[in-house]
């Protein structure tokens, strides 16, 4: 018999998974040109040609004993110093290797720094909508997940609902900017906010809590709009990042974290999660892909391409009569459901073979999440799904189009 706590788990396995299991039952049903998967944030994109090349040329040029074997919980320094260098470069801010722990991509990263801080019974508060697994992730720890309701105005943190939900017990507060899944960035004045509600509550309380950035898709914004650099805005602040979207490597479980020494402890919290790296049993981040970001440290994936398949998605269905979170950043677009079930509103789409996530596994009902990671070609010849789904609730009855099949 399976542990209590898993037989939950597995009974409420990640809806996100579970479509993208049934697109690909649904592609070799149907044939793959008439399954339109917009389910899960897997990038369509390829990794740039000097990821190839580097793995080539390590492992063609490896020095004996230099690649395979163990190494520090943390990470190869060097690596760590080249991480370390690039943002310093980038940013403005001033890390060292010893601020930075090479981690099993960002899943694996949040893991870590969650192991470190957190105490059964702390709480951890996050923004709705957010990544249904931060729950998840929270909960291996034994801490509690607060939510902040959503501002489905903005889609940015609602500040004054933040405060009032911070507590004693408050250990961690996880922001994700650009989002998933609404593609939101949030502008420096939102950082402003969330650092000035802390830092009064850390004062009113004597408690130290820590933002923890998640950041992903930095890099994939559009329209030249800047992410700004969240260390700067509030000194608890720890960035868990990864390569998995902005190199297109999510196979390869690589990222880090970034402890700053202005953070509340940071070296016992860098000495924390390099034992957690350890005891959690990820033991160090693969050696390979180590190496192969510290010769790619400057390398991009093709944003254009998801530029180009936002530009196209967002235009025609604002023209189909749907509305959107403007989305500046990340791969996907957060739509509102032609009707308040969102699972009912996926499953209507699910019959024209558009597979959409309902917003509730966002903890944000009443919209969905389309995942445009995927070829152009498919978002053309989803269109006309997407706009006979719209017609659908055009054409439907006032109980929100459930008898409004147009046939
Ligand atoms: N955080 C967010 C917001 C994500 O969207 C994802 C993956 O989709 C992750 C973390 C996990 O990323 P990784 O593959 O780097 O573990």
Do not use: W
Not at 254 to 277: C, F, K, Q
Not at 324 to 351: I, M, N, Q, R, T
Not at 354 to 365: I, N, R
């Amino acid at each position: 018999m399976i542990a209590k706590q898993m037989e939950e788990l597995v009974n409420g396995s990640s809806v996100i998974r579970a479509m993208f299991e049934e697109g690909k039952k649904m592609a070799a049903e149907y044939g793959e040109d008439n399954v339109f998967d917009f389910s899960l944030g897997n990038p369509s994109v390829e990794p740039p040609e000097e990821v190839r090349q580097a793995v080539i040329d390590i492992i063609e040029n490896e020095k004996p004993n230099e690649l395979h074997g163990y190494m520090n919980n943390s990470g190869y320094e060097d690596v760590r110093r080249t991480v370390a260098d690039s943002l310093n470069q980038k940013h403005g801010t001033h890390f060292t290797e010893e601020n930075i722990v090479m981690t099993v991509g960002a899943a694996g990263g949040l893991n870590v720094i969650l192991k470190a801080l957190v105490d059964p019974g702390d709480e951890v508060i996050v923004f709705a909508p957010f990544f249904g697994e931060y729950r998840n992730y929270v909960a291996n720890v034994g801490g509690t997940t607060v939510v902040v309701p959503p501002d489905t105005e903005t889609f940015m943190p609602d500040l004054p609902e933040f405060e009032r939900r911070i507590t004693r017990r408050t250990k961690a507060v996880i922001i994700n900017t650009p989002n998933n899944p609404t593609g939101v960035v949030y502008s420096e004045e939102v950082l402003r906010g969330l650092a000035d509600a802390m830092t009064r509550k850390q004062e009113e309380y004597g408690t130290d809590i820590y933002l923890i950035s998640d950041e992903p898709y930095r890099e994939l914004v559009y329209n030249g709009v800047k992410v700004p650099y969240v260390t700067k805005y509030f000194a608890n602040t720890i960035v868990g990042y990864s390569y998995s979207k902005s190199l297109s490597l999510p196979g390869e479980r690589i990222g880090y974290l970034v402890i700053p020494d202005e953070a509340v402890d940071a070296g016992r919290i860098m000495s924390a999660a390099n034992v957690a790296t350890r005891i959690l049993g990820f033991v160090n981040a693969p050696s390979l892909q180590q190496r192969v970001i510290a010769r790619c440290i400057d390398a991009k994936v093709d944003v254009e391409s998801y530029d180009r398949n936002r530009l196209l998605l967002v235009e025609h269905l604002r023209k189909y009569g749907y509305e959107c979170a403007s989305p500046d950043g990340a791969f996907y677009l957060f739509v509102k459901s032609l009707e308040p079930d969102d699972a009912a509103f996926a499953a209507k789409a699910k019959e024209l073979n558009l597979l959409v996530v309902p917003g509730s596994s966002f903890a944000c009902p009443g919209y969905v999440r389309i995942a445009y990671c995927v070829s152009y070609d498919m978002i053309v010849r989803a269109l006309p799904a997407f706009e006979k789904l719209a017609d659908i609730y055009s054409l439907g009855t006032e109980d929100g189009g459930k008898d409004g099949q147009k046939t």
